[in-house]
C-alpha cells in the first residue's frame, strides 16, 4: 500500500478512466462494513444484522437519485460498471436477446457486446462504429443496423469518445424499432451529475455507470432505471448475477454521492473539462491531431498516424517520464490493440490534485516533446515538480 501511494504520489495520472477520490471516500472503503453480508435489498435480506447496511443502502440510493434528477431507481450494488452492463443487459434483453453497442475499437467498452466479453456471447450482439474521417458517431448507420437487426436493446455510450453523445437521437431510433436504450455513461457521469453535459435519464429505459471514473466516486457499478424496471433490474444484479453486495464500497458510494450533490463539484468539473479543452488546444498547436478535432468531455483522443511514434512508444515514453496514460486505438487504425496508433488522456486526476490551465498545457506540451522523440530523462524533472506541487488529495 505505501508502494502504491508513493507510485501514485510521484507519477502523474492521465488515464482518462482513473481518479483520485476524496480522503473520506477512501477510509468509507476501507470501514467495517466490509464484514458485513447483506444478501437481497434493503427490507428484505438474507442474513440477520443488516439494520445498519439497509440504512447505508438507502441513502446511497436517495443520494444517487438526487444526483440524477429524473431516475427513478438506484441499484447500487454492482460490483463493477462490467457488472452493471452485463446485468442490466441480461434484464432487459435476455439470454441470447438482440444487443446493438460500439464497437471496442471504435471507442465503445468491452462489456458492449465485444466477442471476447460474455456480453459478446451470451447475447446476439452487434457492433456500431464512428466515421473513420471524423471520428463522430454516425447516427443514419446506427439507424440501418437498427433497422436491420431490431436489437432488444441499443446502448449508447463509449469509453474513449470525447463528444457530447445525443441521447434523444439514441431514444428516437431505439423507438423505431422498439428496442430498450441502455445509456453506459461511465466515462462522463460526473460532468452531466454536473450538469455540464445532458443527462440521458429523460431518454434512457436504463443507465448504466462506474462511481470511479469522472464522478470520483470508490470503484464500482451503478444503474438507474424508471420504476417499472426496478423488479428487473434488481432481480438481476441479485440473485442473477452477483451474491452479497460490497457494503464497504457501497458506503463509499453515499460518501461520493453526497460530496457529487455539493456546490464546489460543479466547480470541479467545469474544470476538468476545461483542462481537457486546454491539453488539447495544446495539442493541436504543436501539431498534433486530435480525433474528432477537440473534446466536449473529459478526454482527448490523440492521432499519432501521421508521426513515427506508435501508441505503445508513446505509453512507454511518457511513463518513462512520470506521466501514466494509455495507448488507444483509433478509429480506421491499421495497428493491433497491443501497438495501436493513438493515445488517450484524461484530466480527472490531475484536476483532483488540483491543477490547472496553466498546468494542462505545460502538460500537453511535455506530451507533445516525448512524442516528437524527446528524451523521457529531460522531460522527467518538470513532471516530478508538478506531483511535488500538487499532492494527492
Ligand atoms: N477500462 C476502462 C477504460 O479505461 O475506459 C473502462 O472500464
Same mark, same amino acid.
Given at each position: 500500500?505505501?508502494? &502504491?501511494?508513493?507510485?501514485?504520489?510521484?507519477?502523474? $495520472?492521465?488515464?482518462?478512466?482513473?481518479?483520485?477520490?476524496?480522503?473520506?471516500?477512501?477510509?468509507?472503503?476501507?470501514?467495517?462494513?466490509?464484514?458485513?453480508?447483506?444478501? *437481497?435489498?434493503?427490507?428484505?435480506?438474507?442474513?440477520?444484522?443488516?439494520?445498519?447496511?439497509?440504512?447505508?443502502?438507502?441513502?446511497?440510493?436517495?443520494?444517487?437519485?438526487?444526483?440524477?434528477?429524473?431516475?427513478?431507481?438506484?441499484?447500487?450494488?454492482?460490483? #463493477?460498471?462490467?457488472?452493471?452492463?452485463? $446485468?442490466?443487459?441480461?434484464?432487459?434483453?435476455?439470454?441470447?436477446? @438482440?444487443?446493438?453497442?460500439?464497437? +471496442?475499437?471504435? *471507442?465503445?467498452?468491452?462489456?458492449?457486446?465485444?466477442?471476447?466479453?460474455?456480453? *459478446?456471447?451470451?447475447?446476439?450482439?452487434?457492433?456500431?462504429?464512428?466515421?473513420?474521417?471524423?471520428? %463522430?458517431?454516425?447516427?443514419?448507420?446506427?439507424?440501418?443496423?437498427?433497422?436491420?437487426?431490431?436489437?432488444?436493446?441499443?446502448?449508447?455510450?463509449?469509453?474513449?469518445?470525447?463528444?457530447?453523445?445525443?441521447?434523444?437521437?439514441?431514444?428516437?431510433?431505439?423507438?423505431?424499432?422498439?428496442?430498450?436504450?441502455?445509456?453506459?455513461?461511465?466515462?462522463?457521469? /460526473?460532468?452531466?451529475?454536473?450538469?455540464? +453535459?445532458? #443527462?440521458?435519464?429523460?431518454?434512457?429505459?436504463?443507465?448504466?455507470?462506474?462511481?470511479?471514473? $469522472?464522478?470520483?466516486?470508490?470503484?464500482?457499478?451503478?444503474? %438507474?432505471?424508471?420504476?417499472?424496471?426496478?423488479?428487473?433490474?434488481? #432481480?438481476?444484479?441479485?440473485?442473477?448475477?452477483? @451474491?452479497?453486495?460490497?457494503?464497504?464500497?457501497?458506503?463509499?458510494?453515499?460518501?461520493?454521492? *453526497?460530496?457529487?450533490?455539493?456546490?464546489?463539484?460543479?466547480?470541479?468539473?467545469?474544470?476538468?473539462?476545461?483542462?481537457?479543452?486546454?491539453?488539447?488546444?495544446?495539442?493541436?498547436?504543436?501539431?498534433?491531431?486530435?480525433?474528432?478535432?477537440?473534446? =466536449?468531455?473529459?478526454?482527448? %483522443?490523440?492521432?499519432?498516424?501521421?508521426?513515427?511514434?506508435? /501508441?505503445?512508444?508513446?505509453? &512507454?515514453?511518457?511513463?518513462?517520464?512520470?506521466?501514466?496514460?494509455?495507448?488507444?486505438?483509433?478509429?480506421?487504425?491499421?495497428?493491433?490493440?497491443?501497438?495501436?496508433?493513438?493515445?488517450?488522456? !484524461?484530466?480527472?486526476?490531475? $484536476?483532483?490534485?488540483?491543477? !490547472?490551465?496553466?498546468?494542462?498545457? #505545460?502538460?500537453?506540451?511535455?506530451?507533445?516533446?516525448?512524442?516528437? @522523440?524527446? =528524451?523521457?530523462?529531460?522531460?522527467?524533472?518538470?513532471?516530478?515538480? %508538478?506531483?511535488?506541487?500538487?499532492?494527492?488529495?
Amino acid at each position: 500500500m505505501a508502494a &502504491e501511494e508513493r507510485r501514485q504520489q510521484e507519477t502523474l $495520472t492521465l488515464i482518462a478512466s482513473e481518479n483520485h477520490c476524496s480522503p473520506l471516500v477512501r477510509e468509507a472503503c476501507s470501514s467495517i462494513l466490509t464484514d458485513k453480508y447483506a444478501e *437481497g435489498y434493503p427490507g428484505a435480506r438474507y442474513y440477520a444484522g443488516c439494520e445498519v447496511a439497509d440504512k447505508v443502502e438507502i441513502l446511497a440510493q436517495e443520494r444517487a437519485l438526487r444526483l440524477f434528477p429524473g431516475a427513478e431507481h438506484a441499484n447500487v450494488q454492482p460490483h #463493477s460498471g462490467t457488472t452493471a452492463n452485463l $446485468t442490466a443487459l441480461q434484464a432487459l434483453a435476455g439470454t441470447g436477446g @438482440g444487443i446493438l453497442g460500439m464497437a +471496442l475499437a471504435d *471507442g465503445g467498452h468491452l462489456s458492449h457486446g465485444f466477442k471476447v466479453s460474455h456480453t *459478446g456471447k451470451v447475447f446476439d450482439a452487434h457492433q456500431y462504429g464512428v466515421d473513420p474521417d471524423s471520428g %463522430l458517431l454516425r447516427m443514419d448507420q446506427i439507424r440501418d443496423m437498427a433497422k436491420e437487426h431490431r436489437p432488444r436493446v441499443i446502448i449508447a455510450g463509449a469509453s474513449s469518445y470525447a463528444r457530447e453523445i445525443d441521447f434523444a437521437a439514441f431514444a428516437a431510433i431505439a423507438k423505431e424499432v422498439d428496442a430498450y436504450l441502455m445509456a453506459d455513461i461511465a466515462h462522463p457521469a /460526473g460532468l452531466v451529475a454536473a450538469g455540464l +453535459l445532458s #443527462s440521458p435519464i429523460p431518454h434512457a429505459d436504463v443507465v448504466t455507470m462506474t462511481t470511479h471514473k $469522472t464522478l470520483r466516486g470508490p470503484r464500482g457499478g451503478l444503474i %438507474l432505471c424508471r420504476e417499472e424496471l426496478r423488479k428487473k433490474v434488481d #432481480s438481476s444484479v441479485f440473485p442473477g448475477g452477483q @451474491g452479497g453486495p460490497l457494503m464497504h464500497q457501497i458506503v463509499a458510494k453515499a460518501v461520493a454521492f *453526497g460530496e457529487a450533490l455539493k456546490p464546489e463539484f460543479k466547480g470541479y468539473q467545469e474544470s476538468v473539462r476545461d483542462n481537457a479543452r486546454a491539453m488539447a488546444e495544446t495539442l493541436q498547436e504543436r501539431g498534433l491531431a486530435i480525433v474528432t478535432g477537440g473534446t =466536449d468531455n473529459h478526454l482527448v %483522443l490523440i492521432d499519432l498516424r501521421a508521426t513515427e511514434t506508435t /501508441g505503445a512508444d508513446a505509453e &512507454e515514453r511518457c511513463l518513462a517520464a512520470g506521466i501514466a496514460l494509455n495507448k488507444n486505438m483509433v478509429p480506421g487504425d491499421p495497428r493491433p490493440p497491443r501497438v495501436t496508433s493513438g493515445i488517450r488522456i !484524461g484530466t480527472a486526476a490531475m $484536476t483532483s490534485r488540483g491543477m !490547472g490551465i496553466e498546468q494542462a498545457k #505545460s502538460l500537453a506540451g511535455i506530451i507533445a516533446d516525448l512524442v516528437g @522523440g524527446k =528524451d523521457p530523462a529531460s522531460c522527467g524533472g518538470a513532471v516530478r515538480d %508538478l506531483c511535488a506541487s500538487y499532492k494527492l488529495p
